[in-house]
């Protein structure tokens, strides 16, 4: 009896085993087709060429979008970066840079004296010309140095503005400007602060501002008890333009002091027109 | 020869803004002149100087608003800058009673710097206080005579300069 049993159970078994691949026929199938799939994707990442053409475009789109984006998501970073580097290693950016600049100096510099001696060659042209023996004669008399005269020709000296203005308030009794960019009354103003700071900064109270270099701009001040001119000059300043320029000034104070009744304190570009006639055969 | 041209010209006025920091002598002035002109000069030599012109009684006036640097105390500030000003605008915070509380001491030192000019005293912000406490201030500001403005809403900002500018004219 206890031989049978098994029998029965394996019959039993065998139902169940039918059973189950019929039930589950469809699920076997779609178990196959996964593995099969499975090696395909396995097959796929193990050979280079066929990963390699799947996942480049992808890779490819990605950098793209990263070109485009990058000034924006890193631009302010390493800026920032930049910024700290230089301002905590300036030696080693000065190092750095010294080779590169000193190079775009002595170009820059060999460029200008080249300009410079052709503007000169022109100048000695000039000089064995009519105009030049006048010139000559004119140096003879003068007492101003040839080379200077010369020099000057070729240096394009530019008087660009002219500011009278009252000594204490800073206000503006006359001024000429070239190029008419900036409000003068504002100007005379800030000049007159400046020259009171450089002053007070330095306690020199007995002595004065006498000009500011701004890279080709000479700000020249001229002082006298009520109210001080400020020249401001483009170009290079030779020593007899300078000259000129101080004989012009005390010939035009010399002027304003013989008609010193008709200054009115307060009253701005009383003589504006004047001074432009003055100066201008400088 | 006349080098004298008068037909162009215009009456200049040099007026100097007083006040400790942070009264809003600057966001008055930029209310009032609706123009910026550079505010680091503030910073580097201790001025800024803006330009209004204004009409009145049918003369035109140029007026050259120096805004100097505001400190704890006036004595700081280079007197030159006060050199030859014809109108003073002192100016205190209502929010902020250490900058009215010596004000008759500030007002005395200005006075012995500078020839006696005529001065408009301001009250700023008043955006800022409300009625109980605009009493309060009246009580404690030693002088009676100034105007309350606000340079945030642009209260009375005109009339400061204009009644500077009648007293000048006197």
Redesign the interface.
């Known amino acids: 009896m206890q031989v049978v049993k098994p029998i029965v159970a394996s019959k039993e078994s065998n139902q169940m085993l039918q059973l189950r691949d019929i039930l589950l026929e469809k699920d076997r199938e779609r178990q196959l087709g996964l593995i099969e799939r499975v090696n395909k994707v396995q097959e796929t990442l193990n050979t280079k060429e066929k990963l390699s053409a799947k996942v480049s475009p992808l890779i490819k789109a990605e950098l793209d979008q990263l070109k485009n984006d990058f000034p924006t998501l890193f631009g302010p970073v390493i800026t920032e970066t930049i910024k700290y580097q230089i301002q905590n290693s300036q030696d080693e950016v000065v190092d750095a840079l010294y080779p590169i600049i000193g190079k775009l100096i002595r170009k820059y510099i060999s460029r200008e004296i080249e300009i410079l001696s052709e503007r000169v060659d022109k100048q000695f042209e000039k000089a064995f010309s009519w105009q030049g023996w006048l010139k000559r004669i004119k140096t003879w008399f003068g007492g101003a140095k040839e080379s200077d005269i010369i020099l000057q020709g070729a240096s394009n000296t530019i008087i660009e503005e002219i500011f009278v203005i009252?000594?204490?308030?800073?206000?503006?009794f006359g001024s000429y400007s070239r190029t008419k960019t900036i409000?003068e009354?504002?100007i005379a103003?800030?000049l007159t602060?400046?020259k009171?700071?450089v002053?007070?900064a330095f306690k020199t109270k007995d002595q004065n501002l006498e000009g500011i270099e701004y890279e080709s701009y000479h700000i020249l001040f001229y002082n006298f008890n009520k109210f001080f001119l400020t020249v401001v000059v483009s170009g290079t300043i030779t020593a007899s333009f300078k000259d000129q320029l101080e004989k012009t000034v005390l010939k035009f104070v010399d002027?304003?002091r013989k008609?010193s009744n008709?200054i009115?304190e307060?009253?701005?570009?009383?003589?504006?027109?004047?001074l432009e006639k003055?100066f201008k055969n400088l | 020869m006349n080098i004298f041209n008068k037909g162009n010209s215009k009456l200049s006025k040099k007026i100097i803004l007083l006040g400790q920091f942070g009264v809003g002598k600057s966001s008055l002035i930029e209310k009032f002149v609706h123009q910026e002109f550079s505010e680091m000069y503030i910073t580097t030599i201790g001025v800024k100087i803006d330009k209004k012109e204004v009409q009145l009684g049918g003369r035109k006036y140029s007026l050259l608003i120096w805004d100097i640097a505001g400190e704890d105390t006036q004595i700081k500030v280079p007197t030159a800058y006060k050199l030859g000003a014809h109108g003073a605008i002192f100016v205190f915070d209502l929010t902020m009673p250490s900058s009215f509380e010596n004000l008759e001491h500030d007002i005395a030192y200005m006075k012995k710097i500078i020839p006696p000019i005529p001065f408009v005293l301001v009250g700023n912000k008043t955006d800022l206080v409300d009625e109980a406490e605009m009493a309060r201030i009246k009580e404690i500001v030693p002088h009676n005579d100034y105007i309350y403005s606000s340079a945030k809403t642009g209260e009375n900002v005109e009339s400061i300069f204009t009644s500077l500018v009648k007293k000048m004219a006197k």
């Open positions: 009252e000594q204490n308030s800073g206000l503006l409000d009354d504002m103003g800030m602060a400046i009171s700071f002053v007070d002027k304003l008609q008709n009115e307060s009253e701005s570009n009383q003589f504006s027109g004047y003055f």
